[in-house]
């Protein structure tokens, strides 16, 4: 498989920080700030993969791909309509969050406004990828136990683990040189 994100990805070392009480900006109960935190990790907007890359995806061009129509300064017509995974997995886990605070909005957030039905159903489907790609990655990075005979098994987790990353900014820098807004994207579909 290939990804044309590939050539974006360098990796850098760096701790957790993750204790259960560590401040974060991505934390706590909805907030205007905490919101905001979580859509500019969002970069929902398509990529262009190349109509001679598609069966580098494992994917064969006779299905029915969705495909950019041409359009100025945009993707070239032909190419085909792709969206990054980390991306979908951030809406997926931002999804579930907001879900476990929904008593918390006064109107719904995107995405969970459906029936019961429909909001449990999008809300399993992103318990499933989280899954997935929790067990895809698989980290193995060891966490250590801290002695601390407060707690009932005589010792709490250091989840400040040390690892090895891809470079988010790296990654981010790469999609807003290379995607395009939702306007060059609207689309016709395969031949």
């Given at each position: 498989s290939t990804?044309?994100?590939?050539?974006?990805?360098e990796?850098r070392?760096?701790?957790?920080?993750n204790r259960?009480?560590?401040?974060?900006?991505?934390?706590?109960?909805?907030?205007?700030?905490i919101?905001?935190?979580w859509?500019e990790l969002l970069k929902?907007?398509?990529?262009?993969?190349?109509?001679?890359?598609?069966?580098?995806?494992?994917?064969?061009?006779?299905?029915?791909w969705?495909?950019?129509?041409?359009s100025?300064n945009g993707?070239?017509?032909g190419?085909?309509v792709a969206?990054?995974?980390v991306?979908?997995?951030l809406h997926?886990?931002n999804?579930?969050?907001?879900?476990?605070?929904?008593?918390?909005y006064?109107?719904?957030?995107?995405?969970?406004?459906?029936?019961?039905?429909?909001?449990r159903?999008?809300?399993?489907?992103?318990?499933?990828t989280?899954?997935?790609?929790l067990?895809?990655?698989?980290?193995?990075?060891?966490?250590?136990?801290?002695q601390?005979?407060?707690?009932?098994?005589?010792?709490?987790?250091d989840?400040n683990a040390?690892?090895?990353?891809?470079?988010w900014?790296?990654?981010?820098?790469?999609?807003d040189e290379?995607s395009?807004s939702?306007?060059?994207?609207?689309?016709?579909h395969?031949?």
């Amino acid at each position: 498989s290939t990804a044309p994100l590939l050539e974006a990805v360098e990796y850098r070392d760096m701790n957790f920080s993750n204790r259960f009480a560590q401040q974060s900006k991505y934390r706590g109960p909805p907030t205007p700030d905490i919101e905001e935190a979580w859509q500019e990790l969002l970069k929902l907007n398509p990529v262009s993969i190349p109509e001679d890359k598609i069966e580098l995806l494992g994917r064969s061009p006779r299905w029915n791909w969705q495909r950019f129509q041409m359009s100025e300064n945009g993707p070239s017509e032909g190419s085909y309509v792709a969206g990054i995974e980390v991306f979908h997995q951030l809406h997926c886990l931002n999804l579930v969050r907001q879900f476990t605070w929904l008593d918390h909005y006064t109107t719904p957030p995107q995405g969970l406004t459906g029936s019961a039905v429909e909001t449990r159903m999008h809300v399993d489907h992103c318990l499933e990828t989280l899954r997935i790609i929790l067990m895809c990655n698989a980290d193995v990075t060891p966490f250590l136990m801290e002695q601390d005979q407060s707690f009932a098994v005589g010792g709490r987790a250091d989840f400040n683990a040390y690892h090895r990353c891809k470079d988010w900014g790296k990654i981010v820098e790469w999609m807003d040189e290379n995607s395009f807004s939702s306007s060059t994207s609207h689309s016709s579909h395969g031949q």
